[in-house]
């Protein structure tokens, strides 16, 4: 089961962290991903790391101002969103895969970000 937080509302510019919990499961078989959707847009993955952190990707739109990360050892994953602009509201979905992110098996319930302008 995953459980994402950290959402909330912030100025165009700020910061965010959201966290990913997973439990229930082998945490370091899964790779993690962050999925967001905004109003009346297709779900875009924004950024995703391998079971072992070792690699991460990320859409285009959030490169060099999104990181992912992970901690196996206490079964979280974070997205670090720096410079956040009104483009990037949205809710957001941290979702597993057992199969490098192919196909996400598992989703958790998102968090909603709001950037002002």
């Known amino acids: 089961q995953l459980q994402a937080s950290g959402g909330g509302t912030v100025q165009a510019g700020g910061s965010l962290r959201l966290s990913c919990v997973m439990t229930g499961v082998i945490f370091d078989q899964w790779t993690i991903g962050w999925v967001r959707q905004a109003p009346g847009k297709e779900r875009e993955l924004v950024a995703d790391?391998?079971?072992?952190?070792?690699?991460?990707n990320y859409a285009d739109s959030v490169k060099g101002r999104f990181t992912i990360s992970r901690d196996n050892t206490k079964n979280i994953a974070w997205l670090q969103m720096n410079s956040l602009k009104p483009e990037d509201t949205a809710i957001y979905y941290c979702?597993?895969?057992?199969?490098?992110?192919?196909?996400?098996?598992?989703w958790g319930q998102g968090t909603l970000v709001t950037v002002s302008s």
């Open positions: 790391i391998s079971w072992s952190g070792g690699i991460a």
């Open positions: 979702a597993g895969s057992l199969s490098d992110g192919r196909r996400w098996e598992s």
